[in-house]
């Protein structure tokens, strides 16, 4: 059974960092996309960063390039999303969330390209 579970979340203030991290377990093969959303409370989810597992490719929204940088630890099947210079508007609650198989770029950003969810951690920004 495919089981996502996230940690790492906190309250930071604007201009620090945090790193979340993803275990992810029941995952075979390198065929599935891999990756974060989040959402803060009255708006919808949107995608942040995702990696291909059989590539390496790593997708970022416009929102946070140059800021979060993911990254993957394959032998520990745990997938890494370092935040730096956060935001106020960074504030929210944090998915990880992976496909069954590999996500074209297309719809990489796409909430129903993903199968499986973690339970989600909070992150919060002060200003």
């Known amino acids: 059974e495919e089981q996502l579970v996230e940690s790492g979340g906190g309250l930071v203030q604007a201009g620090g960092s945090l790193r979340l991290s993803c275990a992810a377990s029941g995952f075979t093969g390198d065929d599935y996309t891999i990756g974060w959303f989040r959402q803060a409370p009255g708006k919808e989810r949107e995608g942040v960063s995702f990696?291909?597992?059989?590539?390496?490719?790593?997708y970022y929204a416009d929102s946070v390039k140059g800021r979060f940088t993911i990254s993957s630890d394959n032998a520990k099947n745990t997938v890494y999303l370092q935040m730096d210079s956060l935001k106020p508007e960074d504030t929210a609650v944090y998915y990880c969330a992976a496909s069954d198989f590999t996500v074209r770029s297309q719809a990489i950003m796409w909430a129903g390209a993903y199968d499986y969810w973690g339970q989600g951690t909070q992150v919060t920004v002060s200003s």
């Open positions: 990696i291909s597992r059989s590539d390496g490719t790593t």
